[in-house]
C-alpha cells in the first residue's frame, strides 16, 4: 500500500434512491496516470470529488497518500490538488493576478509569490497572455492557467476531471504536453474522460466505468486485445452500395455492419493476407468503395464491447 497513491474498496455513493458510484474498488500506483474512463454519467465526477474530500463517501473506504478521506480529510487536502470540468478562476482579474493569488491564499509571502508565479508562467507558456483578463481569454488560455493555479504547491495527487472538454484540438494537445510534464517529474494523476484518444495518449492504467461500477481496468493495449482481432473495414460510397459491398463479402467472410456508417467489417486475424483477400474479392466483384482499412481495435470497440454502449452516450453526471 505504501507506493498507492489511491486506494479504494467498496467506494459508494448514494443520492436519496439513486446510487452514482457502486462499491467501487480502485488503485492508483505514484508516479502513473490512471484514467477513469467513461460516458457522462457513469459516475467519475463523483468519485472525484469523494477523493478530493468536497463529498462524504456512504459506504466503503478511500485512502488518498495514505490517508482516509473522511476521518483525515485535512491532511488528504495538504496532498492533493483538483482542476475540475469548469476553470475555477476569477474572470475579471488577469491570469498573472490569478496565479497570485493563489499564490498568496497558499501561504506564499509577496515575493515568494512573485517568484512562484513567473516560474509556473514559463512553464505553462502563459506568458504573452499573463497580462489579459481571464474573461477574455480562450479555452485553452483558461484551462492553462487553471491548471498552473493547480500546481502553485506541488501536489503528490493531481485530479483532472475532465481537462479538455470543449478545447479545440491544439490546445487539447497542449494541455496533454503539460500532463506528460508533471508525470515526468513524479506526479500522480488521477484523469477522468470521455474522450478515447486522451485515454489512450496519457493513461498507464484505464479503469471503464459504466453506471457507478469499474467493468473492465487494464493498460489501453490489454483492453483493446481483450476484444478480438483487428478488422478490415470496407466503407461504401453510398446505400445502394453498401449493399453491393455486403454480397460481395458476406459469402466469404464473416462480416459485421454498420448501415449508419456503410461500413462491411470482416474479421482478420491474418491481417495482411485477410487485407490481400478483401480486396481481391472486392475487384472481384465490379464493386467501388469509398475506402479499404485495415483496422486495430479501439478503446471505443471496447468499450462498447464490454458495457454494450458508446462512451459518448448523452447521460447526466449525478450531482447532490
Request: aromatic letters at 4%; proline letters at 3%.
Amino acid at each position: 500500500m505504501s507506493n498507492l497513491a489511491v486506494l479504494t474498496e467498496g467506494l459508494t455513493r448514494r443520492f436519496g434512491e439513486l446510487t452514482a458510484v457502486d462499491h467501487l474498488d480502485l488503485e492508483v500506483e505514484e508516479g502513473r496516470v490512471v484514467s477513469l474512463l467513461g460516458p457522462n454519467g457513469a459516475g467519475k465526477t463523483t468519485v472525484v470529488r469523494m477523493l478530493a474530500t468536497l463529498l462524504q463517501p456512504t459506504g466503503g473506504r478511500a485512502l488518498v497518500c495514505g490517508h482516509d478521506v473522511v476521518t483525515d480529510a485535512d491532511a488528504v487536502r495538504q496532498r492533493i490538488s483538483l482542476t475540475g470540468q469548469f476553470a475555477a478562476l476569477e474572470a475579471n482579474l488577469t491570469a498573472r493576478e490569478n496565479l497570485v493569488l493563489m499564490a498568496r491564499l497558499r501561504g506564499y509571502g509577496r515575493r515568494s509569490a512573485a517568484a512562484v508565479v513567473d516560474g509556473l508562467i514559463d512553464r505553462f507558456e502563459i506568458g504573452e497572455f499573463a497580462g489579459k483578463l481571464v474573461k477574455g481569454l480562450s479555452g485553452g488560455q483558461r484551462r492553462r492557467v487553471d491548471l498552473a493555479a493547480s500546481m502553485v504547491v506541488r501536489p503528490q495527487l493531481l485530479a483532472l476531471d475532465e481537462p479538455t472538454t470543449g478545447l479545440d484540438p491544439r490546445s487539447r494537445q497542449a494541455v496533454w504536453s503539460t500532463v506528460r510534464d508533471l508525470v515526468d517529474e513524479g506526479v500522480t494523476v488521477l484523469l477522468t474522460t470521455q474522450y478515447l484518444e486522451e485515454a489512450d495518449a496519457l493513461a498507464d492504467r484505464v479503469v471503464m466505468i459504466d453506471h457507478g461500477r469499474a467493468v473492465a481496468s487494464g493498460t489501453p493495449s490489454e483492453l483493446k486485445t481483450r476484444i478480438g482481432d483487428q478488422r478490415v473495414d470496407v466503407v461504401a460510397v453510398d446505400s445502394a452500395g453498401f449493399e453491393d459491398v455486403l454480397a460481395a463479402l458476406a459469402p466469404r467472410f464473416s462480416v459485421s455492419v454498420s448501415r449508419e456508417r456503410r461500413t462491411v467489417s470482416v474479421e482478420a486475424p491474418d491481417e495482411l493476407a485477410d487485407l490481400a483477400a478483401v480486396s481481391a474479392a472486392l475487384r472481384a466483384s465490379g464493386v467501388v468503395v469509398d475506402e479499404v482499412a485495415l483496422r486495430r481495435p479501439t478503446l471505443d470497440d471496447a468499450f462498447l464491447a464490454l458495457t454494450g454502449q458508446p462512451t459518448g452516450a448523452a447521460l447526466q453526471e449525478v450531482a447532490p
